[in-house]
């Protein structure tokens, strides 16, 4: 986890410098995909319509909080208040990121003289895939760490959340709103978000053990002093 930590973060600074210096060839790239899947969109009006449901409903970020805000709240009903702290934590804080992002960079959403949907604020990273691969993550995470033994069907919720995750990005992109770049960076802060998060968790957890350890397993050498 630590690794998969530092690499996406690497690669999501790095991306986030090529964006702000205005790199030719990952603008040229973006701007053909974005222009190609523009067109198709055009010319497949229903499945632009799929595309919006799942975009605006499906995956929307508000339902990915809310989604969140129930593993917090299942979480602290069972009494596992330091998990459901470190959810609703880390997802406040991947939300700020987001937000602080979009202000520093500034970057502006793909312009189309016939769009087909629209969105607010700027568009580098994409909040949509940054908030479902955070969501995703952590509700893999949670059911890992108190039902992944009784629950048989973790490889099918395994495989919705990355089509989740790699979906949102797909509409995103799709229906104009957002460059490739935008979610690509939104998949990579995210997974770094939930990464340090785990590792965070289980350092905060090892050090609590060690607080609580038997006197004569944290104490010995105190005892020999003391003798």
Not at 94 to 101: E, K, P, S, Y
Not at 176 to 199: F, K, M, R, T, Y
């Amino acid at each position: 986890m630590r690794t998969s930590a530092l690499v996406s973060g690497v690669l999501a600074l790095t991306l986030l410098v090529l964006v702000a210096v205005g790199w030719a060839p990952l603008l040229s790239f973006d701007r053909s995909v974005a222009e190609a899947l523009h067109r198709s969109a055009l010319a497949h009006p229903g499945f632009t319509h799929l595309n919006r449901v799942l975009s605006d409903w499906v995956w929307d970020p508000w339902t990915m909080r809310a989604l969140a805000a129930a593993a917090t709240v299942l979480l602290w009903w069972r009494r596992d208040r330091r998990a459901a702290l470190w959810v609703a934590g880390t997802s406040l804080l991947a939300v700020g990121l987001q937000q602080a992002l979009k202000a520093l960079v500034g970057r502006d959403r793909p312009y189309w003289t016939d769009p087909v949907d629209s969105a607010r604020y700027a568009a580098f990273p994409s909040g949509h895939a940054m908030t479902a691969t955070v969501t995703c993550g952590l509700l893999l995470w949670v059911l890992a760490l108190h039902w992944r033994e009784e629950w048989r069907g973790w490889g099918t919720l395994a495989g919705a959340a990355l089509v989740s995750v790699l979906g949102v990005g797909w509409t995103r992109v799709y229906l104009g709103v957002h460059w490739p770049s935008d979610v690509v960076e939104g998949w990579l802060l995210g997974w770094c978000c939930v990464s340090v998060a785990v590792l965070t968790y289980r350092w905060n957890e090892r050090r609590g053990a060690a607080g609580h350890a038997p006197e004569g397993e944290g104490g010995g050498s105190r005892m020999g002093e003391r003798r």
